[in-house]
């Protein structure tokens, strides 16, 4: 296989990773007001994309793939709303831990990482086509 097709392989990877990654952190900002329904249940908890590298045989080089979809296990917040459903004794809310400025820094960084590797596709697929002309 040349390495114009290696890298276009490698590149496709990165982009269905970085892919997940968006629909992950679309998911996390659509829930971000998502509380519990019921007295001690939680409320939605952000969601975590984490990536390794897998070696492919084929290709003879390493690609990027989706390791685990986890949660962040950082704290919630608390509001005070007694009359609510989900309220505890003391009559706070927990509230998602899922912050609406680090899920867009999060969006802005897998948008940018996916057309990075867009650009790498665009690239060497020009170059293979070019490659062909020239062979003509």
Do not use: C
């Not at 992950?24 to 900002?29: E, M, T």
């Not at 509380?35 to 984490?50: D, E, H």
């Not at 899920?103 to 062909?132: F, G, I, K, P």
Request: aromatic fraction near 6%.
């Amino acid at each position: 296989m040349s390495d114009l097709n290696k890298a276009m392989h490698i590149a496709a990877s990165g982009m269905l990773a970085q892919n997940v990654r968006v629909r992950v952190i679309s998911q996390n900002i659509a829930n971000v007001d998502s509380l519990a329904t019921g007295p001690n249940q939680l409320p939605y908890q952000r969601q975590t994309v984490s990536f390794r590298n897998v070696f492919d045989r084929e290709l003879g080089t390493s690609k990027v793939a989706v390791q685990d979809i986890g949660v962040d296990n950082s704290s919630f917040s608390r509001r005070f709303e007694p009359g609510h459903p989900a309220a505890d004794e003391t009559g706070y809310v927990l509230l998602p831990n899922v912050k609406t400025m680090i899920e867009m820094v999060d969006l802005r960084a897998a948008q940018r990482s996916y057309q990075a590797n867009l650009r790498v596709v665009d690239v060497a697929r020009t170059m293979v086509s070019r490659t062909l002309e020239l062979l003509k």
